[in-house]
Protein backbone atom coordinates (compact mmCIF):
# COMPACT_ATOMS: atom_id res chain seq x y z
CA UNK A 1 0.00 0.00 0.00
CA UNK A 2 1.67 3.18 -0.91
CA UNK A 3 2.03 5.62 1.51
CA UNK A 4 0.43 8.60 1.87
CA UNK A 5 0.91 11.96 0.31
CA UNK A 6 1.72 14.92 2.54
CA UNK A 7 -0.93 17.84 1.90
CA UNK A 8 0.13 21.37 1.65
CA UNK A 9 -0.65 23.39 4.36
CA UNK A 10 -2.74 25.86 3.98
CA UNK A 11 -2.09 29.34 5.60
CA UNK A 12 -5.36 30.36 7.67
CA UNK A 13 -6.86 33.06 5.75
CA UNK A 14 -6.16 36.69 7.66
CA UNK A 15 -9.51 39.02 8.44
CA UNK A 16 -8.56 42.65 8.49
CA UNK A 17 -10.35 44.21 12.09
CA UNK A 18 -12.98 46.52 11.03
CA UNK A 19 -11.63 49.58 11.50
CA UNK A 20 -13.03 52.17 14.67
CA UNK A 21 -13.48 56.09 13.66
CA UNK A 22 -12.89 58.07 16.50
CA UNK A 23 -15.83 60.92 16.58
CA UNK A 24 -13.63 63.09 18.59
CA UNK A 25 -11.09 63.41 16.29
CA UNK A 26 -13.92 64.08 13.79
CA UNK A 27 -15.30 67.09 15.54
CA UNK A 28 -11.55 68.30 16.45
CA UNK A 29 -10.42 68.30 12.94
CA UNK A 30 -13.52 69.79 11.37
CA UNK A 31 -15.34 72.05 14.12
CA UNK A 32 -12.98 72.69 16.99
CA UNK A 33 -9.56 73.05 15.69
CA UNK A 34 -10.70 73.84 12.46
CA UNK A 35 -8.78 77.06 11.41
CA UNK A 36 -11.84 78.47 9.41
CA UNK A 37 -13.77 78.13 12.19
CA UNK A 38 -11.84 79.45 14.88
CA UNK A 39 -13.70 82.49 15.58
CA UNK A 40 -17.14 80.33 16.10
CA UNK A 41 -15.79 77.41 18.36
CA UNK A 42 -17.25 78.73 21.77
CA UNK A 43 -20.29 79.25 19.45
CA UNK A 44 -19.93 75.03 18.20
CA UNK A 45 -18.97 74.13 21.62
CA UNK A 46 -22.85 75.18 23.34
CA UNK A 47 -24.34 74.25 20.03
CA UNK A 48 -22.83 70.46 20.56
CA UNK A 49 -23.23 70.33 24.26
CA UNK A 50 -26.08 72.46 25.54
CA UNK A 51 -29.67 71.26 24.66
CA UNK A 52 -31.07 75.14 24.85
CA UNK A 53 -33.56 75.74 22.29
CA UNK A 54 -31.78 77.39 19.04
CA UNK A 55 -34.30 80.46 19.53
CA UNK A 56 -33.21 81.10 23.32
CA UNK A 57 -29.62 80.69 22.31
CA UNK A 58 -30.32 83.48 19.78
CA UNK A 59 -31.96 85.74 22.38
CA UNK A 60 -29.92 84.85 24.92
CA UNK A 61 -26.22 85.68 22.63
CA UNK A 62 -28.46 89.06 21.37
CA UNK A 63 -28.15 87.81 17.65
CA UNK A 64 -30.86 86.82 15.26
CA UNK A 65 -31.92 83.87 14.39
CA UNK A 66 -30.64 83.31 10.60
CA UNK A 67 -27.44 84.65 11.83
CA UNK A 68 -26.70 81.97 14.73
CA UNK A 69 -27.82 79.62 12.42
CA UNK A 70 -25.77 80.35 9.31
CA UNK A 71 -22.79 80.53 11.54
CA UNK A 72 -23.35 76.68 11.80
CA UNK A 73 -24.37 75.98 8.01
CA UNK A 74 -21.45 77.81 6.69
CA UNK A 75 -18.23 75.79 7.26
CA UNK A 76 -16.53 75.79 4.45
CA UNK A 77 -16.19 77.15 1.06
CA UNK A 78 -18.96 76.01 -1.86
CA UNK A 79 -18.32 73.95 -4.29
CA UNK A 80 -19.44 75.13 -8.25
CA UNK A 81 -23.07 74.55 -9.18
CA UNK A 82 -23.61 71.05 -10.80
CA UNK A 83 -26.78 70.42 -12.69
CA UNK A 84 -28.75 67.49 -13.29
CA UNK A 85 -32.74 67.07 -14.36
CA UNK A 86 -35.85 65.40 -13.47
CA UNK A 87 -38.58 64.76 -15.14
CA UNK A 88 -36.91 67.29 -17.56
CA UNK A 89 -37.08 69.82 -14.44
CA UNK A 90 -34.03 71.69 -14.22
CA UNK A 91 -31.86 71.82 -10.76
CA UNK A 92 -28.65 71.97 -9.40
CA UNK A 93 -26.26 70.64 -6.59
CA UNK A 94 -23.79 72.99 -4.37
CA UNK A 95 -21.31 70.98 -2.29
CA UNK A 96 -19.69 72.12 0.96
CA UNK A 97 -16.88 69.68 2.64
CA UNK A 98 -17.87 70.84 6.09
CA UNK A 99 -20.90 69.85 8.55
CA UNK A 100 -24.12 71.98 9.06
CA UNK A 101 -26.12 72.35 11.88
CA UNK A 102 -27.62 68.71 12.14
CA UNK A 103 -23.86 67.33 13.46
CA UNK A 104 -25.55 68.42 16.56
CA UNK A 105 -28.63 65.66 16.20
CA UNK A 106 -27.14 62.88 17.25
CA UNK A 107 -28.08 61.02 14.07
CA UNK A 108 -24.94 61.89 11.90
CA UNK A 109 -22.47 59.17 12.60
CA UNK A 110 -18.91 61.11 13.04
CA UNK A 111 -16.68 59.81 10.63
CA UNK A 112 -14.55 60.64 7.37
CA UNK A 113 -14.57 63.68 5.09
CA UNK A 114 -18.02 65.38 6.29
CA UNK A 115 -19.83 66.51 2.94
CA UNK A 116 -22.80 68.83 3.03
CA UNK A 117 -25.09 69.01 -0.74
CA UNK A 118 -27.68 71.36 -1.54
CA UNK A 119 -30.28 71.67 -3.99
CA UNK A 120 -31.45 74.39 -5.93
CA UNK A 121 -34.02 75.06 -8.55
CA UNK A 122 -32.42 76.44 -11.54
CA UNK A 123 -35.45 77.67 -13.31
CA UNK A 124 -36.67 80.98 -10.94
CA UNK A 125 -39.25 81.60 -12.62
CA UNK A 126 -41.40 78.59 -11.46
CA UNK A 127 -41.76 79.67 -8.09
CA UNK A 128 -41.54 83.40 -5.99
CA UNK A 129 -38.28 83.04 -3.83
CA UNK A 130 -39.90 84.30 -0.43
CA UNK A 131 -42.44 81.16 -1.19
CA UNK A 132 -39.12 78.84 -1.24
CA UNK A 133 -37.68 80.82 1.32
CA UNK A 134 -40.40 80.19 3.45
CA UNK A 135 -39.91 76.80 4.34
CA UNK A 136 -36.28 77.35 5.39
CA UNK A 137 -36.55 77.13 8.43
CA UNK A 138 -33.03 75.92 9.15
CA UNK A 139 -31.51 79.15 6.97
CA UNK A 140 -29.12 76.44 4.99
CA UNK A 141 -29.66 78.52 1.65
CA UNK A 142 -26.25 79.67 1.54
CA UNK A 143 -27.96 83.14 -0.08
CA UNK A 144 -28.23 81.39 -3.19
CA UNK A 145 -31.76 82.02 -4.57
CA UNK A 146 -34.63 78.45 -5.42
CA UNK A 147 -33.08 75.93 -2.30
CA UNK A 148 -35.04 73.09 -2.16
CA UNK A 149 -32.99 71.20 0.55
CA UNK A 150 -29.75 69.08 1.50
CA UNK A 151 -28.44 66.14 2.18
CA UNK A 152 -25.33 65.64 4.68
CA UNK A 153 -23.12 62.86 5.68
CA UNK A 154 -19.32 61.82 5.07
CA UNK A 155 -17.37 60.67 2.43
CA UNK A 156 -15.23 57.36 3.18
CA UNK A 157 -12.84 54.89 1.32
CA UNK A 158 -15.04 56.04 -2.34
CA UNK A 159 -18.27 56.09 -0.66
CA UNK A 160 -20.76 58.60 0.07
CA UNK A 161 -22.82 58.10 3.52
CA UNK A 162 -25.32 60.02 3.68
CA UNK A 163 -26.79 60.70 6.96
CA UNK A 164 -29.69 62.58 6.33
CA UNK A 165 -31.90 63.88 3.17
CA UNK A 166 -34.09 66.88 4.26
CA UNK A 167 -36.21 68.94 2.33
CA UNK A 168 -39.19 70.89 4.59
CA UNK A 169 -40.60 72.55 1.42
CA UNK A 170 -41.16 69.11 -0.13
CA UNK A 171 -42.23 67.70 3.74
CA UNK A 172 -44.13 70.30 5.09
CA UNK A 173 -45.88 71.83 1.39
CA UNK A 174 -49.66 71.83 3.30
CA UNK A 175 -48.79 73.64 6.16
CA UNK A 176 -46.99 75.68 4.73
CA UNK A 177 -49.02 76.81 1.87
CA UNK A 178 -52.75 74.99 1.82
CA UNK A 179 -53.81 75.81 5.83
CA UNK A 180 -53.32 72.85 6.81
CA UNK A 181 -53.20 72.78 10.75
CA UNK A 182 -54.07 76.41 10.95
CA UNK A 183 -51.34 78.96 11.78
CA UNK A 184 -47.56 78.47 10.86
CA UNK A 185 -44.04 79.44 11.12
CA UNK A 186 -42.11 80.52 8.53
CA UNK A 187 -38.86 82.00 7.35
CA UNK A 188 -38.70 86.26 6.48
CA UNK A 189 -35.36 87.26 6.13
CA UNK A 190 -33.17 86.49 9.09
CA UNK A 191 -36.37 85.76 11.44
CA UNK A 192 -38.83 82.72 11.71
CA UNK A 193 -42.26 84.12 12.09
CA UNK A 194 -45.99 83.38 12.87
CA UNK A 195 -48.13 83.30 9.40
CA UNK A 196 -51.69 82.95 9.77
CA UNK A 197 -53.11 79.83 7.14
CA UNK A 198 -55.20 82.35 4.85
CA UNK A 199 -52.09 84.99 4.31
CA UNK A 200 -50.22 82.29 3.48
CA UNK A 201 -52.83 80.38 1.06
CA UNK A 202 -53.66 84.09 -0.39
CA UNK A 203 -50.23 84.30 -1.25
CA UNK A 204 -48.94 81.07 -2.55
CA UNK A 205 -51.74 78.59 -3.07
CA UNK A 206 -52.23 79.16 -6.62
CA UNK A 207 -48.65 77.83 -6.97
CA UNK A 208 -48.88 74.88 -4.90
CA UNK A 209 -49.68 72.86 -8.10
CA UNK A 210 -46.50 73.76 -9.48
CA UNK A 211 -44.56 72.88 -6.86
CA UNK A 212 -46.13 69.66 -6.80
CA UNK A 213 -45.29 68.25 -10.33
CA UNK A 214 -41.38 70.28 -9.85
CA UNK A 215 -40.93 69.38 -6.65
CA UNK A 216 -42.77 67.86 -3.87
CA UNK A 217 -44.42 64.71 -5.31
CA UNK A 218 -40.81 63.76 -6.47
CA UNK A 219 -38.44 65.52 -3.41
CA UNK A 220 -36.88 62.19 -2.35
CA UNK A 221 -35.72 61.00 -5.88
CA UNK A 222 -34.86 64.48 -6.45
CA UNK A 223 -32.56 64.51 -3.52
CA UNK A 224 -30.94 61.28 -4.34
CA UNK A 225 -30.14 62.91 -7.62
CA UNK A 226 -28.37 65.84 -6.26
CA UNK A 227 -26.16 63.03 -4.11
CA UNK A 228 -25.71 61.15 -7.83
CA UNK A 229 -24.78 64.48 -9.46
CA UNK A 230 -21.68 65.17 -7.32
CA UNK A 231 -20.90 61.73 -6.34
CA UNK A 232 -20.26 61.03 -10.25
CA UNK A 233 -18.24 64.48 -10.42
CA UNK A 234 -15.69 63.64 -7.48
CA UNK A 235 -15.38 59.81 -8.54
CA UNK A 236 -17.08 58.78 -5.70
CA UNK A 237 -18.16 55.12 -6.58
CA UNK A 238 -21.41 54.18 -3.83
CA UNK A 239 -23.88 55.94 -1.98
CA UNK A 240 -24.64 54.46 1.73
CA UNK A 241 -28.17 55.53 3.38
CA UNK A 242 -28.03 55.11 7.46
CA UNK A 243 -30.25 53.03 9.07
CA UNK A 244 -31.40 53.86 12.43
CA UNK A 245 -34.01 52.79 14.99
CA UNK A 246 -36.98 54.92 14.78
CA UNK A 247 -38.80 56.66 17.27
CA UNK A 248 -42.11 55.44 18.10
CA UNK A 249 -43.95 57.99 16.41
CA UNK A 250 -41.38 57.55 13.51
CA UNK A 251 -42.19 53.86 13.18
CA UNK A 252 -45.40 54.38 11.21
CA UNK A 253 -46.16 53.35 7.86
CA UNK A 254 -45.97 56.51 4.91
CA UNK A 255 -44.25 58.10 8.06
CA UNK A 256 -41.45 60.26 5.86
CA UNK A 257 -38.87 58.86 8.04
CA UNK A 258 -39.81 55.68 7.04
CA UNK A 259 -39.79 56.20 3.43
CA UNK A 260 -36.55 57.78 3.28
CA UNK A 261 -34.28 55.96 5.84
CA UNK A 262 -36.18 52.10 5.56
CA UNK A 263 -38.14 51.68 2.04
CA UNK A 264 -35.34 53.70 0.37
CA UNK A 265 -32.55 52.03 1.14
CA UNK A 266 -34.14 48.64 -0.33
CA UNK A 267 -35.63 50.66 -3.29
CA UNK A 268 -31.45 51.38 -4.54
CA UNK A 269 -30.73 47.13 -3.86
CA UNK A 270 -28.43 48.38 -0.99
CA UNK A 271 -26.25 45.72 0.52
CA UNK A 272 -26.03 46.49 4.39
CA UNK A 273 -22.52 47.92 6.20
CA UNK A 274 -21.87 48.44 9.19
CA UNK A 275 -19.45 51.55 10.03
CA UNK A 276 -18.12 51.57 13.64
CA UNK A 277 -17.81 55.07 15.46
CA UNK A 278 -16.17 54.87 18.97
CA UNK A 279 -18.55 52.41 20.88
CA UNK A 280 -21.47 52.57 18.33
CA UNK A 281 -21.65 50.59 14.82
CA UNK A 282 -23.94 52.39 12.92
CA UNK A 283 -25.58 50.51 9.78
CA UNK A 284 -25.76 51.55 6.13
CA UNK A 285 -27.38 50.41 2.96
CA UNK A 286 -24.93 50.77 0.44
CA UNK A 287 -25.17 50.46 -3.34
CA UNK A 288 -22.81 51.27 -6.31
CA UNK A 289 -23.60 54.43 -8.26
CA UNK A 290 -24.94 52.49 -10.91
CA UNK A 291 -27.66 50.89 -9.00
CA UNK A 292 -28.69 54.03 -7.43
CA UNK A 293 -29.16 55.83 -11.25
CA UNK A 294 -30.59 52.54 -12.20
CA UNK A 295 -33.62 53.28 -9.68
CA UNK A 296 -33.99 57.13 -10.72
CA UNK A 297 -34.67 55.66 -14.25
CA UNK A 298 -34.84 57.75 -17.35
CA UNK A 299 -36.44 60.43 -15.20
CA UNK A 300 -33.29 61.65 -13.93
CA UNK A 301 -30.25 63.49 -16.78
CA UNK A 302 -27.14 64.82 -16.22
CA UNK A 303 -25.72 66.80 -19.02
Known amino acids: MAAPVAQPTLPMPRFAPEPVHDPDAFLGRWVYDNPALAARREL ?9 PREDIAEQLGVR ?6 SFNSTAPLGDPLPFGYRSAPFATVSMAGTCDDVADGRWPLFG ?3 TLRCYLRDLSLLPQDMVEAADWNFMDAGLPGFLG ?3 GSVHDGTLYLAGLQSDLGVRYSYLFQGRGGGTEVRVGDDVV ?4 EEMVAAYGEYV ?5 TFQRYWIQIMLGAAVTWARSAGVDRIGILRFPFRSEEDVQGHVVRRVYAELPERISGVDETVRVGDESHLYSVAPIASVESYLGTRFSRP
Open 44 to 52: FTRWLTDPT
Open 209 to 213: PVLRR
Open 65 to 70: LGELLR
Open 113 to 115: TPM
Open 150 to 152: YLY
Open 194 to 197: ERSA
